[in-house]
């Protein structure tokens, strides 16, 4: 006996027209991508501690949190009304502040906080703090900067070193478009931008770029294969053939992050969400931007290439 | 490519018990002491406890080190028989500046200065630390060169680790880690510490402890001190300030031991103390030259005490009184015992979480992590059928060599971590997806099984590596730029990543051609 596969994502031979719909997609792109670099600066990214600074601390009181009178206690030391609430449930209190201006106040600040919380409701705990100072938060920002700056040249190297300059190019063109996007969905949701978030991006740009890989890996193999097919029926027939891939393996790490968008608790959701949306734009863009660049930057550049001797074997 | 000998069945399957085996010590004790039993660390954010992260106040070091150039030029100068002259330390521009008034005296006061250099780059290969240059006004500055500045700053971040080791060790916290990052911080990791409020505390004094004399002739309240002489605050009365000379008699750093005590007649908390033999020395030599005097005993340019001498003090102990309580005098005599920090501490950073947090968040990451496993296997299950099992036995070897890698190399388990190891195993199996879905191609296109296979995977092997190889780079440099948690977010990642060509490209491709040499006949279930 022989155990087949129950489901397909699309039947074999499907033969979908992606390229017609290739200025749909690109300017459908640019709008979301322009949108997101709007909201980019207004209203801009909710930074996280790692990057902004300041206090986050988090409480556990022993009965309901008497949120009266934990504010009143708590503006005695400066804190404003919005600073001070409900995470979670309902005995659990978190308390945010913006970065003090110099080290040792950031310092005094959370044994101030500390004080006022124990003593407003007696046998309040304390149960995580988070202070940052203001100059590790700029040099957190300035290494998750660099990491993300540095990752995306080190795509650009990998793409056209082992392909051709115009698919390095479209696959960074691709990727920039879509991190504009998670980070225009970052500005939306007003999800904190920490540390974290930059793994997601990461995330996200390792993952896409192995999609437009794949996806690119049978063009340049088709490129060889048919040469005379119309670049534009090729790339559709390219993007066809491993549609299948391209969707199952969106599918599989769509439902293992799916999990930690439900369960994760407060550090993981956000992270999670991102990916979410990353990983769906991720597989839009390898059909609708990625495959359409090539298109744009011309056949016989890419057939000459592709034709030229001493690059490696199609896979 | 498509046949597997019993040597490399073997060496797969090995692997991967090797790989069960090495899994082991996180679920249960060593059985025999001499084993090599390493585990998986859980990061703070697990397991509950505190992060500090402290900067070395640099710009202390340096100006330290020019007070103490300037006075030892200031000695040399006058030794060179020059009477009137300033030196004044300029921390700005890392120099000191000095001034001679005595025109003809200029040349002598050149070579004193270079003689004082001479002295302070001994046993260094004739490499000068400082520079001697003189400006058009007819001065004189000495310079710390750059080498000398990171050398003076590495030995003073250094001798703060110590001193930190030191303090911490002694409030009993167990299994603290401590360890240099970048140029002048310190990471100090506590755990299952929730309020490191005590330990900041003791963290943020220097404790340097000098025993002066009290300069009784100077009234403390003119604006000035005249020379030699400081005002500082006086600790038993607030808001006062007390004349003290500025010449140390005698330094902590001659401690052997201090230990918090109550006085017999009084009740009162104190701290005893005891004196190495240089220091009894010098504190019987003061006191008896000194009865009837008052000394102050200073502490962080604080005066803790000034007690009059009675009568010389020669057994080399001596005690401290001065408004203590029990904690206080407890919290000094730790300071006292691990010695004084070579310059000031700031805390830059801090990440303190209860243990109940942590729990939490381990069962968060527990969750997430099984029921995004389910979904993927279900989905290879019915998506791939058989080939998707095989992907399915693979996952579940990748998900145990990751385990033993991150375990042999005693690696940070940390939330973010576990969100890594759901995305790596979602990720692996696109390595399968790949081949299923080339082979079933090639299947389509006539070719013969076995032909179709050797192919599949053939083809795929390439485009497998590209993808990875991409993903691999950028978690690599978000491993080196990263800090905290998401470093183990980064590790997991790339772990995961090596582990899964393996299973995903030879444990799966073996479990088919296993499976094929048994079902010649059939079609491939694909």
Known sequence: ?????????????????????RFFGVITSAIVSTASAVLFFYPGLNLGIDFAGGIVMEARTPGPADFGLLRTALAAQGVRESGVQRFGDENSVAVRLGVQPTEAGNQAMVAKVRAALEQAQPGTRVVRTDAVGASVSAELFQKGMLALGISMLMILFYIWFRFEWQFAVGAVVTLLLDVTKAIGFLALTRFEFDLVMIGAILTILGYSTNDKVVVYDRMRENLRKYKTMPLRDLIDLSINETLNRTLGTSMTVFLAALPLALFGGATLSGFAWVMLFGIVVGTASSIYIAAPILLFLGENRLRRDAAAPGKPPAA | MMYFSRLKTA?????????????????????????????????????????????????????????????????????????????????????????????????????????????????????????????????????????????????????SIEIVRRRIDETGVVDPQIARQGEARIVVQLPGIEDPGRIKELLGKTARMTFRMVAEDVNPRVAVPPPGVDFLADESIPGSKIAVRRRVDVDGANLTDARAGQNSQTGEWVVNFT???????????????????????????????????????????????????????????VLLRAGALPAPLTVVEERSVGPELGADAIRAGAISLAVGFLLVIVYMGVFYGLFGLFANVALVANLVLLIAVLSLFEATLTLPGMAGILLTLGMAVDANILINERIREEVRNGRSPLNAMETGYRRALATIIDSNATAFLAHVMLFFFGAGPVRGFAVTITVGIATSLFTAVMLARMLMVRWYAANRQQPLPV
């Open chain 2, 275 to 333: 004196f190495d033999s240089v220091g009894s020395r010098r504190f019987a030599d003061i006191s008896r030259a000194s009865v009837g005097h008052r000394f102050a005993i200073v502490l962080d340019d604080k005066v803790i005490s000034a007690p009059v001498i009675r009568e010389a003090i020669t057994g080399g102990r001596g005690q401290i009184s001065g408004h203590f309580d029990a904690k206080s005098a407890t919290d000094l005599a």
């Open chain 2, 11 to 159: 060496l797969v399957l090995g692997a991967c018990v090797l790989g069960g085996l090495l899994c082991l010590p996180n679920l249960m004790p060593a059985p025999v002491s001499w084993l090599p039993w390493r585990t998986i660390h859980l990061g703070l954010d697990l397991r509950g406890g505190s992060y500090l992260l402290l900067e070395v106040d640099m710009n202390a070091v340096i100006r330290e080190r020019l007070d103490s150039l300037a006075d030892a030029a200031r000695t040399g100068l006058r030794r060179a028989g020059i009477v009137r002259f300033l030196v004044t330390p300029q921390p700005g521009q890392n120099r000191i500046a000095a001034r001679i008034d005595e025109p003809d005296k200029q040349d002598a006061a050149a070579a004193a200065l270079r003689e004082l250099i001479a002295a302070n780059s001994q046993g260094r290969g004739g490499r000068a630390d400082l520079d001697l240059d003189s400006l058009p006004d007819g001065s004189f500055t000495v310079t710390l060169s750059p080498v000398a500045l990171t050398e003076r700053g590495n030995a003073a971040v250094q001798q």
């Open chain 1, 1 to 21: 006996m022989s155990f087949r596969p129950l489901l397909r994502i699309v039947p074999d031979g499907t033969r979908i027209r992606f390229m017609r719909g």
